[in-house]
């Protein structure tokens, strides 16, 4: 496969097209997604400031929908660096596979509570970043707690979790899980988001 360098990387689909896809997915399951609209720039902006892209060789991201920030990360990302993209969404597996054509994507259809099997089996050891928007508050009380305990497995020793959400409902789970837990906010996102910066 012929190597895309960063900056000529651009999604094949339309941002109207990606609204309209998102939003269509919202309306059949609203509590799978959180949100009608996907996230803004200015939320985006946080999570990619956050991310050290000369360290990082794998990131996993949990909930990609159409791809907004996973574009944003690819664009990021250094040469020879991975992005692991897990979706519960068959839908939006099949949209990235096939608007988002860069070497360094790897679309999985799975839960995020199985990231760890998912990394052993794509031969990869750990992650330097787990990036999760998927929806905690809709979320069974097992589950978002599996989840969260699933990323601190699948994190390099110096590795983050990124959280943003729109209520509180994980921060307990993430509490337990991680010796530090640095909160963030976002007010200009639609709805304003909280943030959550996990390190083990």
Known sequence: MRTLKIEQFRP???????RWLFARAFLRDPKGLGSVIPSSKFLMNRILERIDFARARVIVEYGPGVGNLTAEILRALQPGATLVAIDTSAEFVRHLQANLPHPALLVEHGSAADVVPILRRLGIAKADYVVSGIPYSTLPAALRRAIVRASREALAPNGELIVYQFSNAVLRDLLVE?????RGFEPLNILPARLFYCAK
């Open 12 to 18: 094949a689909m339309s941002s109207f097209r990606q």
């Open 178 to 182: 991680f010796p530090s837990v640095e």
